[in-house]
C-alpha cells in the first residue's frame, strides 16, 4: 500500500485562492501521484473538484 500526500491550505480574502491552490499542489504532486483535489468557499459554501491523475490532468482552465 502507497500512502503519501501533499495538503496546501490558502487564505486570502478576494484573491484567487484557486489558482494559487492548483500552483500549490503542482509543487506538492510529488507527494501523491494517484489523485489531486481542491476545496474552495466564498462563505456561503463549498464548491470541490477532484480526479484521478496528476495536478495538471485533474484541472483544466475551465475548472479554476
Do not use: W
Not at 35 to 59: C, E, P, W, Y
Amino acid at each position: 500500500m502507497r500512502e503519501s500526500c501533499g495538503i496546501f491550505g490558502v487564505y486570502a480574502p478576494g484573491v484567487d485562492v484557486a489558482r494559487l491552490t492548483f500552483f500549490g499542489l503542482f509543487a506538492l504532486q510529488h507527494r501523491g501521484q494517484e489523485s489531486a483535489g481542491i476545496a474552495v468557499t466564498d462563505g456561503n459554501g463549498v464548491k470541490m473538484r477532484g480526479s484521478m491523475g496528476l495536478v495538471s490532468q485533474a484541472f483544466t482552465e475551465n475548472h479554476l
